[in-house]
């Protein structure tokens, strides 16, 4: 390489002003106490024994299963009689939205608006049943309160009718 250049070293410039920084320190000092302070909430979560997860158990809510319908989603249900196919007692539930109720964004705002609304309702049926809630487009506009309303309130439905049958 006849006619290349040697390499230039440029030298780094050092920063004019250093910034002091501070440690933050967690315990309180002597005389003050750490009663303002909130220990971190650990987040509540929806079990993974109360959900409906296997595309055979949808398809057989929705074959199968009875519906019942709100101002702001669609539910299926369906006693299981087969205990075999899952281990689980008490009520599943799992949530369907379709593409047409809007983009992911809405989906997923639905999806955990329903989540909450069951996992804070009180009144779960106690048979054995699986659970596929669909929502319509007018969740996204109803108020909260609302959906826990209609949430419990079709979860009453499904205790009167499969209550009072032999799952």
């Known amino acids: 390489m006849a006619g290349a250049e040697p390499l230039v070293q440029i030298p780094l410039a050092q920063p004019a002003i250093w910034k002091k ?3 933050v320190n ?6 003050e106490s750490n009663e303002s302070v909130e220990p971190p909430v650990e987040r509540a979560r929806f079990p993974r024994g109360l959900r409906l997860l296997r595309h ?14 709100s101002g702001s989603m669609t539910v299926f249900y369906s006693g299981r009689a087969d205990k075999a196919s899952s281990n689980a007692r008490g009520p599943r539930v799992g949530f ?13 705002r639905m999806k955990r608006r329903l989540r909450e609304a069951v996992r804070l309702s009180r009144s ?16 996204l506009k109803t108020d909260f309160a609302d959906v826990q309303k209609e ?4 979860f009453a439905v499904i205790e009167q ?5 032999p799952v």
């Not at 967690?26 to 005389?31: M, V, Y």
């Open 124 to 139: 779960l049926p106690r048979a054995d049943v699986d659970i596929v809630i669909n929502p319509k487009k007018s969740l």
């Open 151 to 154: 949430v419990s309130r079709a």
């Open 96 to 108: 369907t939205v379709g593409r047409a109720l809007g983009g992911a964004v809405e989906r997923n």
């Open 21 to 23: 920084i501070t440690a």
């Open 56 to 69: 055979t158990d949808f398809e057989r809510v929705y074959k199968e299963g009875r519906r019942h319908f």
């Open 26 to 31: 967690a315990i309180a000092p002597e005389g």
């Open 161 to 165: 009718k499969l209550g009072s049958k």
